[in-house]
């Protein structure tokens, strides 16, 4: 047996670092993508990449150096709000914190400049996969086209059309939903808000809601509105009507510092929804020959700082496996998944303590005590 060529769907981090992984041990993959290029739409805020995943992920795929000169220093510094604006908790980043931020869009882009030409094939968006057996899958794109692997790897998120190859499971809404927007070159045009976040993070908390602030690169600030409603609830907000929609999101924390309230009120962007979904904790799946996933795709949790680094560790310890096994694909892909099971879990039930921790009925207190060992 020779190893097959890799067909990965999916060109967020978690794939891309599989591809990459893979070439550095000489096996070929080529990725599928329904974005039409890298540069279709933003790339989302800051990561803090993290020494026991994403930094080994990073390591395996031989971008380990590279991946530091991205590294936005200082962003690891954290300040706790209470709603009247009183500093609860504040925390320098002295370069010792071991979760250094870079932005997404800047690591994606190190990944896709890694790989060789031609790896990554854009807007291939899949319409539907199904088995065909002997370990081999066909790959409908909306196009009409098809394509034929004998390892199929679905690295394409929440919404995955490779998942069902291999479970019935699909996310279901967490109760929480996010609301972001951005000021814009905050320490000339916004100082004061500049001020209220400081030099990384500001979380400001209560049961049930937040707000959090992140100073990414270039002076731009990036606020996350958290509140947990129903899907319906959101859904009576027009957010094509951005000040109507920026009016009612406020409205949730009436009473709250103004220094706060602000960061909604005078966001540069148009509000933006993300509800928060989740694939059950635990999920996983009786082995199918010739197909897995990775990241978002086998564990989608609440947001907690791993999804992004499990992706990556996932790709890298894939390519690793099937390195490892290069004729025999099944016992890579069994290894693999083996492994990646309980880490999944794991992570995703530490991000429903953690949640707990930022919004349950201790908030902010309890995330004071987290940061300095109380809790």
């Given at each position: 047996m020779t190893t097959p060529d890799v067909t990965i769907i999916g060109a967020g981090l978690g794939g891309l670092t599989l591809a990459r992984a893979l070439h550095v041990h000489g096996i070929p993959a080529t990725v599928y993508e329904a974005e039409p290029s890298p540069?279709?739409?933003?790339?989302?805020g800051m990561l803090d990449i993290h020494e026991h995943d994403g930094q080994?992920?990073?390591?395996?795929?031989?971008?380990?150096?590279?991946?530091?000169?991205?590294?936005?220093?200082?962003r690891e510094a954290t300040r706790i709000l209470d709603r009247d604006g009183t500093v609860l908790f504040e925390q320098a980043d002295d370069g010792t914190g071991g979760r250094p931020e870079v932005q997404r869009g800047e690591l994606r882009q190190?990944?896709?400049?890694?790989?060789?030409?031609?790896?990554?094939?854009?807007?291939?968006?899949?319409?539907?996969?199904?088995?065909?057996?002997?370990g081999r899958h066909e790959v409908t794109f909306t196009d009409g086209t098809t394509l034929t692997t004998g390892l199929l790897v679905g690295?394409?998120?929440?919404?995955?059309?490779?998942?069902?190859?291999?479970?019935?499971?699909?996310?279901?809404?967490?109760?929480?939903?996010?609301?972001?927007?951005?000021?814009?070159?905050s320490d000339?045009?916004?100082p004061a808000h500049a001020k209220t976040v400081g030099g990384g993070a500001l979380f400001a908390l209560a049961p049930g809601k937040g707000l959090g602030a992140h100073r990414e690169s270039g002076?731009?600030?990036?606020?996350?509105?958290?509140?947990?409603?129903?899907?319906?609830?959101?859904?009576?907000?027009?957010?094509?009507?951005?000040?109507?929609?920026?009016?009612?999101?406020?409205?949730?924390?009436?009473?709250?510092?103004?220094?706060?309230?602000?960061?909604?009120?005078?966001?540069?962007?148009?509000?933006?929804?993300?509800?928060?979904?989740?694939?059950p904790v635990g999920h996983r799946w009786d082995r199918v020959p010739g197909v897995t996933l990775l990241g978002d795709a086998a564990h989608l949790a609440i947001p907690n700082g791993e999804g992004a680094n499990l992706a990556m560790y996932d790709g890298a310890e894939l390519a690793r496996a099937i390195a490892?096994?290069?004729?025999?694909?099944?016992?890579?892909?069994?290894?693999y998944e083996q492994a990646m099971f309980p880490r999944g879990a794991t992570a995703a039930a530490d991000g429903n303590q953690l949640h707990?921790?930022?919004?349950?009925?201790?908030?902010?207190?309890?995330?004071?005590?987290?940061?300095?060992?109380?809790?």
């Open positions: 540069t279709a739409r933003a790339q989302g080994l992920a990073l390591k395996e795929a031989g971008l380990f150096d590279e991946f530091r000169g991205l590294v936005l220093e200082g190190l990944l896709l400049d890694s790989l060789p030409p031609g790896t990554v094939r854009w807007g291939h968006k899949v319409g539907g996969t199904r088995t065909l057996g002997d690295a394409d998120g929440a919404w995955s059309r490779v998942r069902p190859l291999l479970s019935d499971a699909t996310p279901e809404y967490t109760g929480m939903s996010l609301v972001e927007t951005y000021l814009f070159d000339t045009r916004h002076g731009t600030l990036h606020t996350y509105v958290m509140l947990t409603e129903a899907r319906g609830w959101f859904a009576g907000i027009d957010f094509t009507d951005s000040a109507a929609a920026t009016a009612r999101i406020t409205q949730e924390f009436d009473g709250w510092a103004p220094e706060l309230t602000a960061l909604i009120t005078e966001g540069e962007t148009a509000p933006v929804l993300r509800p928060l979904n989740a694939l490892a096994h290069p004729d025999d694909i099944e016992t890579a892909l069994t290894e707990e921790v930022l919004y349950g009925d201790n908030a902010p207190h309890s995330l004071v005590d987290l940061f300095t060992g109380h809790a």
